[in-house]
């Protein structure tokens, strides 16, 4: 009752926000590119710092925007509701964060602090659109515009009539979690120019300081410059401005041109920073940024192509790309420099060629927690070298540190989460051809993680270098993870440990099963069976044990809160689900099919009411919760006990329900994570999933009834044989959800399941789709 009374005040306050521009002006639907049909805006009224980011490219070193909330990683950055703009910030990353600027007219202010100099605006006149944000500062009558290269960012301001311009660089103000606690600027007027840095204070995630390196060059000469330190504006114009609690200003007199600005940026040095501006933004000319930004975009979006369906579907499929390929940041320099973090000092090293001459970017990333079933499965198809990129990085980071990463940040290990969700994401590249990075290193790495000592053993934020807090010990001897092991961190979950290294273990068993390491993958493949360790047959749920070995007391399915005791960010109710490597065998444990698909579609319908989701932090409390990762898999189980049409018919109420809303106010529900939950959409939206990632040797996709009439994956001839995938979808309504049949180049198909490799060698998929299910076909799988 009371959800029910918050959904209706939410949708009676949106009737009465205005309406940003997010997609191009007079383009009509037929001719839209891919990238006109993105808008940036939706959901963003749950934003969270690494969320949102209109001025970027794909996988941006720059992530230029507006910020209207600037304190803590949830709910920061740009909030739709907000009302004020209280800085323009250059990095939305993983726990970094940094150079903040804002242009202002009047007094100087900027020593008193963002409340001081923040300023009210409208969406009525604002423009968000991919690689392009422009926004009216109301307090001063700014017209402020926002683009961006790779690593520069580039604004474009245009002050009122007759008042003098400035522009604060404020290298004082906290953003996100990050204090800063060092900074040093120079100014040099000759040049039109400041260079300096700034660095970022270390957060309970990301254990050491990082530096911000940067150099800002204007297009007219500034008129005046000066700054603040301890909250006092300082006499003359300095040289030189040396924090901490500095910042600095640059004044233009009153003209009616506008003032353009380059912001480059590098982890690496001022040197860094300079090579990347001279690389990336030679010249002054701000529209032909904007348009090369939207081109750049488009080519990535435009690897996956539409017809039919929907004005808004196609709205929301292309937004859900767009997140996939834009929260993931590269933090290497133009020539391949990037800063190495993981031991006592730092230390600038190069990006790896690999063995066929390639320079992948590095890159900084959450954790690939849960991305088995979004990410893992659909940067291969259409962007492989993406994926193969990251694949790279994390082999870097194994040679430099000793450990392959779960989300590194400035360089550093953060070990966020669970576990090493970075093997499903290794052994899906594998095993879909993607295979430039060292393979036999990274398996050293993956090895390494498996057993006590590794990067399993850290409990979520557990830095000391001898953690143990993941468990290894007793997980190696036991056989599963058990509640109230000593340590330190957080997520000290041991059923969820357990269940998630059980499915790490058998996709490192497909790993070595693909290297001819047959001990190995025996090994593994045992260890993977773990999960039975927590199947307490008379609840028929998994069920954490205590150090003792018994069940633990006043267990229950679902709870109230974050997590029930054992379980990570849910409860025994999704985690049950979480054996994605061996389907049959917990089917099995149920007592057979029908008693599974009973309790799951129950679930289901009593989730429905709900929308399939609980409100964030509340994860403990749902029968699902597509609002987080770990129920991301639990309606393609129906496909393998026999009744794929309740797979098709839950995929699309969940897509529906929780997916579908192209509003500022819903439509990804919170916890996005850095494309996790776009990619999960688009996957959804086109039909295709892979209940264990396509971590498997022989990797197999699952489908379900797409909402567009025909898809087009257009395929990358360095890695696949074949030039295009086509999906088409006969009798394509809202209504027909149901696969009636099926065929795969031509001939019959009468699994729910194809070979990956039959999509990456090209061809076309045909499906009928109709109102009511076919309970015949696709009952059989692999």
Same mark, same amino acid.
């Given at each position: 009752?009371?959800?029910?009374?918050?959904?209706?005040?939410?949708?009676?306050?949106?009737?009465?926000?205005?309406?940003?521009?997010?997609?191009?002006?007079?383009?009509?639907?037929?001719?839209?590119?891919?990238?006109?049909?993105?808008?940036?805006?939706?959901?963003?009224?749950?934003?969270?710092?690494?969320?949102?980011?209109?001025?970027?490219?794909?996988?941006?070193?720059?992530?230029?925007?507006?910020?209207?909330?600037?304190?803590?990683?949830?709910?920061?950055?740009?909030l739709y509701t907000d009302k004020t703009i209280r800085c323009f910030s250059h990095i939305h990353d993983w726990q970094l964060a940094g150079l903040a600027v804002m242009p202002v007219s009047g007094n100087c202010s900027g020593h008193l602090g963002m409340d001081s100099y923040q300023s009210d605006f409208s969406h009525d006149d604002e423009v968000v659109q991919a690689g392009y944000h422009k926004v009216v500062l109301n307090k001063y009558g700014i017209t402020a515009e926002l683009t961006s290269t790779t690593r520069v960012g580039f604004h474009r301001y245009r002050f009122s009539p007759g008042q003098v311009g400035r522009v604060l660089i404020d290298t004082a103000s906290p953003l996100m979690d990050c204090s800063m606690i060092a900074s040093e600027v120079k100014f040099h007027p000759?040049?039109?120019?400041?260079?300096?840095?700034?660095?970022?204070?270390?957060?309970?995630?990301?254990?050491?300081?990082v530096t911000v390196y940067f150099v800002i060059q204007f297009n007219r000469p500034f008129d005046a410059c000066g700054g603040w330190k301890d909250g006092k504006l300082?006499?003359?114009?300095?040289?030189?401005?040396?924090?901490?609690?500095?910042?600095?200003?640059?004044?233009?007199?009153?003209?009616?041109?506008?003032?353009?600005?380059?912001?480059?940026?590098?982890?690496?040095?001022?040197?860094?920073?300079?090579?990347?501006?001279?690389?990336?933004?030679?010249?002054?000319?701000?529209?032909?940024?904007?348009?090369?930004?939207?081109?750049?975009?488009?080519?990535?979006?435009?690897?996956?192509?539409?017809?039919?369906?929907?004005?808004?579907?196609?709205?929301?499929?292309?937004?859900?790309?767009?997140?996939?390929?834009?929260?993931r940041r590269m933090v290497s320099d133009v020539d391949g420099s990037y800063i190495d973090n993981t031991g006592s000092s730092p230390m600038i090293r190069r990006v790896t060629p690999t063995a066929s001459g390639d320079l992948f970017p590095h890159y900084g990333f959450d954790a690939w927690w849960g991305s088995h079933w979004n990410l893992n499965i659909l940067w291969p198809m259409?962007?492989?070298?993406?994926?193969?990129?990251?694949?790279?990085?994390?082999?870097?980071?194994?040679?430099?540190?000793?450990?392959?990463?779960?989300?590194?940040?400035?360089?550093?290990?953060?070990?966020?989460? $669970?576990? #090493?969700? *970075?093997?499903?994401?290794?052994? +899906?590249?594998?095993?879909? =051809?993607?295979? @430039?990075?060292?393979? &036999?290193?990274?398996?050293?790495?993956?090895?390494?993680?498996?057993?006590?000592?590794? $990067?399993? #053993?850290? *409990?979520?934020?557990?830095?000391? +270098?001898?953690?143990?807090? =993941?468990?290894? @010990?007793?997980?190696? &001897?036991?056989?599963?993870?058990?509640?109230?092991?000593?340590?330190?961190?957080?997520?000290?979950?041991?059923?969820?440990?357990?269940?998630?290294? +059980?499915?790490?273990?058998?996709?490192?068993?497909?790993?070595?099963?693909?290297?001819?390491?047959?001990?190995?993958?025996?090994?593994?493949?045992?260890?993977?069976?773990?999960?039975?360790?927590?199947?307490?047959?008379?609840?028929?749920?998994?069920?954490?044990?205590t150090l003792d070995g018994d069940w633990i007391a006043d267990f229950s399915p679902i709870g109230s809160g974050s997590s029930t005791r054992g379980f990570t960010e849910a409860n025994s109710a999704i985690y049950t689900y979480f054996v994605p490597q061996d389907p049959q065998g917990l089917i099995a444990l149920f007592?057979?099919?029908?008693?599974?698909?009973?309790?799951?579609?129950?679930?289901?319908?009593?989730?429905?009411?709900?929308?399939?989701?609980?409100?964030?932090?509340?994860?403990?409390?749902?029968?699902?919760?597509?609002?987080?990762?770990?129920?991301?898999?639990?309606?393609?189980?129906?496909?393998?006990?026999?009744?794929?049409?309740?797979?098709?018919?839950?995929?699309?109420?969940?897509?529906?329900?929780?997916?579908?809303?192209?509003?500022?106010?819903?439509?990804?529900?919170?916890?996005?994570?850095?494309?996790?939950?776009?990619?999960?959409?688009?996957?959804?939206?086109m039909g295709l999933f892979a209940l264990d990632g396509c971590a498997s040797a022989d990797p197999h996709y699952e489908i379900t009834c797409p909402i567009f009439d025909t898809i087009t994956i257009h395929l990358n001839p360095k890695y696949h044989p074949g030039k295009t995938f086509v999906i088409k979808t006969k009798n394509n309504a809202?209504?027909?959800?149901?696969?009636?049949?099926?065929?795969?180049n031509g001939k019959d198909l009468n699994t729910f399941q194809f070979p990956c490799r039959a999509l990456t060698a090209g061809g076309t998929l045909e499906i009928v789709a109709g109102p009511d299910p076919n309970k015949q076909w696709g009952v059989s799988g692999k």
């Open positions: 009752m009371m959800k029910s009374s918050v959904m209706v005040l939410i949708i009676v306050f949106f009737v009465g926000l205005a309406p940003c521009q997010c997609q191009t002006a007079g383009a009509s639907a037929a001719s839209r590119r891919p990238v006109e049909w993105v808008k940036p805006v939706i959901d963003t009224v749950h934003s969270r710092w690494i969320f949102f980011s209109s001025a970027c490219r794909p996988f941006g070193m720059v992530n230029l925007s507006p910020d209207t909330t600037t304190k803590g990683d949830w709910g920061s950055g740009y000759d040049k039109k120019e400041l260079e300096g840095f700034v660095t970022l204070s270390k957060t309970m995630r990301r254990p050491k300081p300082l006499a003359g114009q300095p040289a030189e401005i040396i924090g901490p609690n500095a910042g600095e200003f640059v004044e233009f007199k009153p003209s009616d041109e506008p003032v353009l600005m380059k912001v480059a940026i590098s982890y690496t040095r001022i040197e860094g920073a300079r090579k990347n501006l001279n690389a990336e933004l030679a010249h002054w000319d701000f529209d032909r940024v904007r348009r090369e930004s939207a081109d750049e975009w488009n080519s990535w979006l435009g690897r996956i192509e539409v017809q039919g369906g929907t004005d808004d579907q196609k709205t929301k499929f292309y937004t859900d790309l767009w997140h996939a390929l834009l929260g259409a962007w492989p070298e993406v994926m193969d990129g990251f694949c790279t990085t994390m082999v870097d980071m194994y040679r430099n540190g000793g450990l392959i990463p779960r989300g590194p940040s400035g360089g550093n290990y953060t070990f966020v989460m $669970i576990g #090493d969700p *970075a093997v499903s994401f290794f052994a +899906a590249a594998c095993h879909l =051809g993607i295979r @430039s990075w060292d393979i &036999q290193k990274a398996y050293e790495g993956l090895r390494k993680n498996a057993f006590p000592g590794g $990067i399993r #053993d850290h *409990a979520g934020y557990e830095h000391d +270098a001898k953690a143990s807090a =993941g468990g290894m @010990s007793y997980y190696v &001897q036991r056989g599963y993870v058990p509640e109230g092991i000593p340590g330190k961190g957080m997520h000290r979950d041991g059923a969820s440990m357990t269940l998630e290294y +059980a499915y790490q273990d058998w996709c490192l068993a497909q790993l070595a099963l693909s290297l001819g390491k047959t001990q190995d993958a025996e090994l593994f493949t045992k260890r993977s069976q773990n999960y039975r360790h927590l199947w307490n047959p008379e609840s028929s749920w998994m069920h954490p044990r007592g057979g099919a029908d008693p599974f698909i009973r309790r799951l579609d129950t679930q289901f319908s009593k989730a429905r009411p709900f929308r399939f989701i609980v409100p964030h932090g509340k994860h403990a409390e749902g029968w699902t919760d597509y609002e987080n990762q770990p129920s991301l898999g639990m309606a393609y189980w129906f496909s393998y006990a026999g009744s794929p049409w309740l797979t098709q018919q839950w995929v699309r109420c969940i897509h529906d329900a929780a997916f579908s809303d192209v509003s500022p106010m819903a439509g990804y529900n919170g916890d996005e994570d850095q494309g996790q939950m776009g990619a999960y959409s688009a996957l959804a939206s809202k209504e027909n959800l149901y696969i009636q049949s099926a065929k795969l």
